[in-house]
């Protein structure tokens, strides 16, 4: 009878399971693996040639441009998810400790509102904001102080992307933070540990999961993106998703185009393994 | 990129869906898409005022997708079904790329506007094939240098190579698209575009670096049109008509030149694909295109401006329009331009690997 239920429990549990495993299969695997098969394949004068040779790899990591755009990709990607980390947490905190509770509901909603606007829109926004002609220079002329030159430059990457992904960090960090039991700090405060031993030992180990997880959002997000170094970087930065759109729009190389998508994706996993050996979920 | 149905703004959509719903249920699919006509253009065909007379006379639908950039459009057709698209725009340079790869059918010459066509618009070498007409060229203009002439004068772009030499450092954005601007160079360089080989290149890259130096930004035709309209930048190399034109209007300072060393000239071509399932109309669409009416529009479109294939339709044009477009200069402009490169594959993927190295200079 035990065995009859279990079996049925089992039964259930995959009939659960089953359409979140049909769309992973159909919609992530499926096309993972036509990607991996097509990044062995070849592009030539007629077309495609479908024999498996690792050329694509070859060519990728013996050019020096491709490694480039491959590193640059990785430093603005790191820096925008260290920034947004440094610049998330204290806002997470002022929302979560020191904004009275009635405006709390107002603060995160604010905090979201970036979210409610395309990547185009917003890119395109803070162009105009960092144009040399532009909102922040003509604010600076205003008061009397040198104006900025930093349209189309990295550091305009930089502050687009750390704009958008303060946000979101500041929303995984809040998470954790309003989860943590206030008795825990009173019980370290008996201990006779300071503001900044608490926060040290005990505050910033409970929350360090809502940082990886928006850490790692952030950085999935920030390296895969075209529009952003497009848009602002004004053609001065080659990054690897602007390096794969040349290989599609430019040279219809989709074997390359697969290529690249697959060290792009081992990228992101390396950091997803990163993280999860962190947070000790790792399997 | 993006799929642009008119129809949406004319008010017939509902009936038409519902027809082409009904049909499908009733099995006359075929006859529904046969009042669709699906092209493959650069961005000035996206234009309501070009699209919509075609689209009221036939009525039909006409579904546009653009794309910039032949590699863009090879990119596409590959990933498309046979019989998806009936209508080709694309570089006249790259015409016999395209007849080479089955892409174009032939056309009825005897039905096209030959007689009223710039004879250097005729371009028998890239639109004939074994005595077989493919595409003919619907609009042409140049790349060259646009300028800001509040900040600079014609005389200080008369030498081109002073664009490289660190002169207008921080002051010039270029057009982010290969061909013209590296055969702008070979121009620049004295180099012939039609006889450009891969020993050419490292002078050009050269230069190129040089430029990449002095440029502030590098972007496509709205980019580079919106760095030089506010200000952003006084020079935009690459540019020409098709970024000042449409601006003349409102930004009279913006003018254009061709150098002292000449500039490369763009010629785009219309034809029609060999797996339409709707030849005849598609070949409806590029009379359309080609007739006085319809290259008064295109060549005025929203999207850029530039001089007509066709010299008829300068009577349909304004004076403004002629005036803006210097439809008087042109034979002295055609005789000074060389036309875009036309690289083999070699030669292709090469200028690519040199421009990607730029890009990322």
């Not at chain 2, 921080?170 to 039609?194: E, F, H, N, S, W």
């Not at chain 2, 309209?229 to 030149?257: H, K, R, S, Y």
Request: hydrophobic fraction near 50%; aromatic fraction near 10%; proline fraction near 5%.
């Amino acid at each position: 009878m035990s065995l009859r239920i279990e079996d049925r429990e089992r039964r259930r549990a995959w009939a659960l399971l089953a359409p979140a495993v049909l769309w992973t299969a159909v919609f992530f695997l499926l096309p993972f693996a036509i990607m991996a098969a097509m990044s062995l394949w070849q592009k030539t004068d007629d077309g495609i040639e479908r024999t498996w040779s690792l050329v694509n790899y070859m060519t990728l990591f013996g050019n020096p441009t491709y490694i480039e755009a491959l590193f640059n990709s990785l430093e603005i990607t790191l820096i925008v998810t260290l920034l947004s980390i440094l610049l998330a947490y204290p806002l997470a905190w002022i929302i979560a400790e020191e904004v009275p509770e009635r405006y709390r509901r107002l603060a995160l909603v604010l905090a979201v509102v970036p979210f409610w606007t395309s990547y185009i829109v917003r890119s395109y926004a803070w162009s105009l904001v960092l144009a040399k002609q532009g909102v922040l220079n003509t604010a600076l002329e205003g008061i009397g102080l040198p104006t900025l030159d930093i349209s189309n430059s990295r550091a305009a990457i930089v502050l687009g992307f750390t704009h958008f992904f303060t946000m979101l960090l500041t929303l995984t960090i809040y998470a954790s933070l309003t989860q943590l039991p206030p008795n825990l700090r009173r019980a370290a405060a008996d201990l006779g540990a300071g503001p900044w031993a608490t926060f040290r030992h005990v505050i910033l180990p409970l929350t360090a999961p809502g940082i990886a997880v928006g850490a790692f959002l952030s950085f999935a997000l920030c390296i895969g993106d075209y529009v952003t170094p497009q848009i602002l970087g004004g053609g001065n930065d080659l990054a690897l998703p602007q390096l794969i759109m040349l290989q599609l729009g430019r040279r219809a190389d989709l074997p390359m185009v697969a290529a690249l998508s697959i060290v792009l994706m081992a990228v992101v996993t390396l950091a997803y393994l990163v993280v999860a050996r962190f947070m000790k979920v790792a399997r | 990129m993006k799929q642009t149905r008119y129809s949406i703004t004319k008010g017939d959509l509902n009936l038409k869906n519902t027809t082409a719903a009904l049909a499908l249920l009733t099995g006359l699919s075929s006859q529904v898409q046969a009042q669709e006509l699906n092209a493959l253009v650069w961005c000035d065909h996206t234009d309501p005022a070009l699209i919509e007379p075609f689209e009221e006379q036939f009525g039909v639908t006409v579904n546009l997708k653009e794309y910039e950039g032949t590699g863009a459009g090879l990119s596409i057709i590959e990933q498309s079904q046979p019989g998806d698209w009936d209508v080709l725009v694309i570089d006249g340079i790259d015409v016999p790329r395209a007849v080479e790869a089955g892409i174009l059918a032939p056309l009825p010459k005897d039905q096209l506007p030959y007689d009223t066509l710039f004879p250097e618009l005729v371009m028998a070498d890239n639109h004939e094939i074994d005595g077989q007409v493919y595409a003919i060229s619907e609009k042409f203009g140049y790349n060259t240098v646009s300028f800001n002439s509040d900040n600079v004068s014609a005389a200080d772009m008369a030498d081109m190579t002073r664009l490289w030499s660190g002169d207008f450092a921080g002051r010039l954005a270029v057009y982010d698209y290969y061909l013209p601007v590296m055969g702008m160079i070979a121009v620049g360089l004295g180099l012939k575009t039609a006889d450009l080989k891969v020993e050419d290149l490292p002078a050009i890259e050269a230069a190129l670096i040089a430029l990449k130096d002095s440029a502030e930004s590098v972007g496509d035709i709205v980019s580079s049109q919106t760095a030089i309209a506010t200000g952003e930048v006084e020079i935009l190399v690459g540019g020409g008509e098709f970024v000042t034109a449409g601006l003349t209007g409102e930004m009279p300072q913006l003018d254009w030149v061709i150098p002292d060393q000449g500039a490369v000239r763009w010629s785009q071509s219309i034809g029609v694909f060999a797996d339409s399932k709707q030849p005849d109309l598609a070949l409806e669409f590029v009379k359309y295109i080609l007739s006085p009416e319809g290259q008064a529009r295109l060549a005025t479109s929203s999207c850029y401006w530039a001089m007509p294939a066709n010299s008829a339709a300068g009577t349909v044009l304004t004076d403004e329009q002629m005036r803006a477009l210097r439809w008087e200069d042109q034979a002295a402009y055609l005789a000074r331009a060389q036309l875009y490169p036309a690289p083999d594959a070699e030669l292709d993927a090469a200028m690519q690997d040199v421009w990607t190295r730029f890009l990322a200079h």
